[in-house]
């Protein structure tokens, strides 16, 4: 067999052009163009790409963004104190902090302060709060890209079993909850979990969010399964990124998998955009 792809870059592209539409609407009826402030603490080149390709898209759909640089020895006082401005700023529909911020730093607490109808990137203590008790907030991009690009293939998570690899705040612990949400039956798998092949080979639906690469096989996957790999691994030697799954094995036990790059990435960054023109509609 030989798996369907999840083409997340398609799919990307199909929500960029709903995104300039739902913009266009907005504009049409006099409001103000959406716009994310990006808040990039430190000099981290990851960072500072993350931060730059995420302005580009806001560029191509019609959402204004700006980025709000602050050096690496930033206070804490002085890190909130930005939210809080941004907070109050009416031009601004939507926060994004970058992760991760310099260590002295207390992230949890930066995020705290966004307010949650700026929170576009879902993952303040409300937010997530707000997903637990399943109520109308934002919700953290690449969890909601994840099941974004199994909705629009129609796959249905109801009576599934559904593993997830991993129990990060902004990927495991969410997705998990988003999928727990849509009535599957859900396992979360971290770096203690016995015989860890096993539990994987009862999954229908199979998220990797682990960050080694390769690490799953073939031959750890139930045949027919549908494989979501969100792992972004640089591996030395090889050129590109590779995902947490073995994609070349797995490929041929899957019925549905998604390529690293050009699945769960491009989701990320359109569920971004989704959730800033939401705010600016809500607002
Ligand atoms: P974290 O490092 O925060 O979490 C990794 C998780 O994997 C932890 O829960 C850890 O368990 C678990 N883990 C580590 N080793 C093993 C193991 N041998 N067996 C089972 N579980 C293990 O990573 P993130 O959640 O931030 O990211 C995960 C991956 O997703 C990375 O490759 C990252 O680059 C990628 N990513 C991709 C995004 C995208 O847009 N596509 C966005 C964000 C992340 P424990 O809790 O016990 O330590």
Not at 54 to 66: P, R
Request: charged residues 20%.
């Amino acid at each position: 067999m030989s798996a369907t792809l999840l083409d997340g870059q398609a799919i990307a592209r199909t929500i960029r052009a709903e995104v300039k539409e739902r913009v266009a609407a907005l504009l049409q009826r006099d409001r103000p163009a959406p716009k994310l402030a990006a808040v990039l603490i430190g000099d981290n080149p990851a960072s500072e790409a993350y931060v730059g390709m995420k302005s580009k898209a806001c560029g191509w759909v019609g959402i204004q963004s700006e980025t709000y640089r602050l050096p690496a020895e930033t206070s804490q006082r002085d890190a909130e104190g930005l939210i809080e401005r941004l907070n109050r700023d009416e031009t601004v529909t939507g926060i994004l902090v970058q992760h991760p911020l310099p260590s002295h730093l207390n992230e949890i607490e930066v995020l705290a302060r966004i307010h949650p109808s700026k929170d576009v990137d879902g993952i303040s203590r409300s937010s997530l709060g707000a997903l637990v008790n399943g109520e109308s907030g934002f919700v953290s991009c690449t969890p909601l890209g994840i099941v974004e690009l199994l909705d629009r293939y129609g796959i249905d998570l109801k009576g599934k079993r559904a593993v997830v690899v991993g129990r990060s705040i902004i990927l495991g612990k969410p997705v998990a909850l988003l999928m727990l949400n849509r009535h599957a039956t859900v396992t979360i798998c971290h770096s203690r979990t016995i015989n860890l092949a096993d539990v994987i080979r009862e999954a229908d639906i199979l998220v990797a969010a682990v960050g080694r690469a390769e690490m799953i096989s073939g031959e750890m996957i139930k045949p027919g399964a549908v494989v979501v790999d969100a792992g972004y691994n640089r591996v030395p030697g090889r050129t590109g990124d590779v995902g947490d799954v073995h994609f070349e094995s797995a490929k041929e036990v899957a019925s549905y998998i998604t390529p690293v790059p050009g699945g769960v990435g491009p989701m990320t960054i359109a569920m971004l955009l989704s959730n800033t023109v939401l705010a600016a509609e809500r607002s």
